[in-house]
């Protein structure tokens, strides 16, 4: 008979110092943050600065109240200790997108408070988040784009030819699926296709989400011409793009890759890796793409989130009403 296997541990809560709070305190924000990294699925950097901003709010309601904050004092908290603590920190010059990111993280300790029996915090629900103005992404010109690729820009660089071949996949790529540059950089050799051999790869969004994206051929091209020059052995399982000496490639580098192409195509500094998934968007709402579908090859949870690239398409149709219009 065969052996039953063993139940995966649970995660381990680490334990966490804060000097400002109550044993019991530390230890529910210990087993929040394990509730939103495993649970949640939440990635380590939104982990971090849910930690990092609770703990600010904690540090500011200790010296506001004078006392370290156990969880009688959090269920005891009113609007005017929050609005107490938006004021220090808009003196201490925080933006509104920084205090309104501060609050989320509260008010997501607040509701794992709650959920857990141990404290309500009401005020959190009186309190109105500060307004935050939405900037538009700035997509490239569509010709940019389209080069941004193009390695003959680069040939007066000393680099050797893979390493050009490299970076020109990864925007190619960048702008071709529309992928975060950590989704690009996190694809294993065996999660691209050949050329001729498919033409979607499976990448590895915020939150561990998994989502299709379709890859043009040329883009299929250009990532096969770099396995071809790369010196290093790449294993299936192994990063699909690496460094210099063999290890996975940093964003860095791609990042001062964009740096030196704004300069050859004349691009603002608002030219960033990043803006290249920001134009994959743009550019394909500006062919009558759909908004659902580009939702979904963005990865958004949102469609919201999607809606800021209706923005945008919206001042480049008032652009060519304003230029074409035969008003008198």
């Given amino acids: 008979m065969a052996r039953a296997a063993a139940p995966e541990p649970a995660p381990k809560t ?46 500011f309601l200790c010296e506001h109240l004078g006392a370290r904050i156990t969880l ?26 920084s205090l309104m990111r501060a609050l989320a993280g ?67 790529l960048l702008y071709g699926s529309g ?38 051929r040329s883009v299929l091209q250009a990532i096969a011409d770099y396995v071809a020059l790369c010196p290093y052995a790449l294993p299936d399982t192994g990063p699909l793009f690496v460094g210099a000496k063999g290890g996975p490639l940093s964003p860095r580098i791609i990042q001062l890759t964009m740096e030196r192409l704004r300069g050859a195509l004349g691009l603002p500094d608002t030219a960033t890796p990043h803006a290249l998934r920001h134009s994959f968007a743009t550019h394909l709402l500006m062919r009558g793409g759909d908004l659902r579908a580009i939702q979904e090859l963005l990865g958004h949870a949102s469609l919201s989130t999607t809606q800021i690239y209706t923005g945008i398409d919206s001042e480049r149709l008032m652009e060519v009403y304003r230029a074409a219009h035969p008003r008198r």
């Fill in 14 to 59: 680490p334990a966490i110092d804060l000097p400002f709070a109550a044993p019991e305190v530390s230890a529910a924000m210990a087993r929040w943050l394990v509730h939103v990294g495993a649970e949640r699925r939440m990635s380590p950097k939104t982990v971090e600065a849910y930690a990092r901003d609770v703990r600010q709010v904690l540090a």
């Fill in 72 to 97: 009688a004092a959090l269920g005891s908290l009113t609007t005017a200790d929050l609005r107490a603590f938006m004021a220090a920190r808009r003196a201490d010059g925080i933006s509104g997108r």
């Fill in 106 to 172: 509260m008010r997501s300790f607040a509701r794992w408070l709650a959920r857990e029996g141990l404290a309500e915090i009401g005020a959190l629900s009186a309190v109105r988040a500060p307004k935050v103005p939405k900037t538009l992404p700035k997509p490239l010109p569509v010709g940019s784009a389209r080069r941004i690729a193009d390695i003959d820009l680069r040939a007066g660089e000393d680099r050797e030819p893979w390493v050009l071949a490299r970076d020109a996949a990864v925007l190619a």
């Fill in 179 to 216: 992928l975060r540059i950590s989704e690009a950089l996190g694809l294993k050799r065996r999660d691209v296709p050949a050329p001729g051999a498919g033409d979607v790869i499976v990448v590895t969004g915020k939150g561990n989400k998994r989502r299709m994206v379709p890859v043009l």
